[in-house]
């Protein structure tokens, strides 16, 4: 099974962009034009712009590709905020899954999944993966799956 949300992910990067430029935009022209004698449109538009931002940046938006054919789980995510670059793997075979969490965090809005595998030298812990871009369709197929690998043992 492959799950890949290149579509939804360009989707989400476009619009954060869009969304910058369209700020930008209005606070320039404002400025120029002086549409409010108090600046209280800009005070307005600029804390609506953080606000989102803040979702935007708390939410972390990742391009994620899960594809568990072959031995080995491969999982790999690249952040879509500004400013963030990175392109990340996590790939283990599948006997080797210890267990897995689907945490919640950021007041319940971010679903992460963090993997723990066995290791010559104990367990070790991956870094949590966003599954905040993944449909819960998708999500529920990823668990599934690697509730398939931990049942096997």
Not at 62 to 82: A, D, H, M, T, W
Not at 87 to 106: G, M, P, Q, T
Not at 114 to 137: D, E, F, H, M, N
Request: proline share 3%; charged share 20%.
């Amino acid at each position: 099974m492959i799950i890949n949300n290149k579509e939804l992910s360009t989707r989400i990067r476009l619009g954060i962009m869009l969304f910058i430029l369209v700020y930008a935009a209005l606070l320039v022209l404002s400025l120029i034009f002086s549409w409010s004698e108090n600046h209280t449109f800009e005070l307005v538009i600029t804390i609506i712009f953080t606000i989102c931002m803040i979702y935007a940046f708390g939410k972390k938006f990742c391009y994620v590709i899960f594809n568990n054919e072959g031995p080995k789980v491969i999982i790999r995510y690249s952040p879509l905020q500004p400013l963030t670059v990175g392109n990340y793997s996590v790939e283990f075979y599948k006997k080797d899954l210890v267990k897995y969490e689907i945490v919640r965090s950021f007041f319940g809005l971010r679903k992460s999944l963090l993997i723990y595998v066995r290791t010559p030298q104990g367990t070790a812990k991956y870094k949590p993966v966003s599954l905040a871009t993944l449909t819960k369709q998708e999500q529920e197929d990823i668990v599934e799956s690697l509730d398939g690998y931990i049942n096997k043992k």
